[in-house]
């Protein structure tokens, strides 16, 4: 019996992990329940108060102080890039990825920090400049991202693909 209880509760957590991080749409510029959603993804990625600097002993006392421990990885945008941001879940500025994401038409340049969630440490801070994946929803009558994906394989946009807009009816 313990070990079916075992499956059941590794399964509740694999669905309750998959539903609370996983972009929520089949598509890009739906409406949404989250309606916090852009608010979060802009305190999270585009802060104005980033460090300037890419010493990993700046950037831990940074993480420590916004208790942004329990993100491993997290990225930085620069705050003057938030039109060309949200651009990306336009048809001025994206293509569409899959499901609600959608992939930067340019590539941008931004921060990752990779941070051990055990002890809080950095263990990197890195320039990237990648094609942006934005996870894009309907908040207020507009396309805003509301996630951001990462980009590991360096991807870029497919230009035979639709450009990010919500589906024709």
């Known amino acids: 019996m313990a070990p079916v209880r075992v499956f059941f509760i590794l399964a509740a957590c694999v ?39 890419l010493d ?11 208790r942004g421990c329990n993100r491993p990885t997290q ?6 890039d938030l039109t060309r941001v949200k651009d990306v879940c336009t048809r001025k500025g994206g293509m569409l990825h899959k499901r609600n994401l959608c992939i ?4 941008f340049t931004f ?9 809080c ?10 094609y942006l994946i934005l996870a894009c929803d309907r908040l207020d009558n507009q396309c805003l991202p509301v996630h951001f994906e990462g ?9 035979k693909t639709k450009a990010c807009q919500a589906p024709k009816p």
């Open 75 to 80: 990225s930085f945008l620069q705050r003057k």
């Open 121 to 130: 440490r950095v263990r990197s801070v890195r320039v990237n400049t990648k």
């Open 151 to 159: 980009n590991p394989h360096n991807l870029t946009p497919k230009y």
């Open 56 to 66: 990993q002993n700046v950037w831990e006392r940074y993480i420590r102080r916004k």
């Open 15 to 53: 669905l309750l992990t998959h539903q609370t991080f996983a972009p929520h749409n089949n598509a890009p510029c739906l409406p949404t329940t989250r309606k916090y959603g852009y608010d979060t993804f802009v305190s999270r990625h585009i802060r104005s108060d980033i460090p300037n600097s």
């Open 104 to 107: 930067s038409r340019r590539p």
């Open 111 to 119: 921060v990752t920090v990779r941070i051990d969630r055990r002890t």
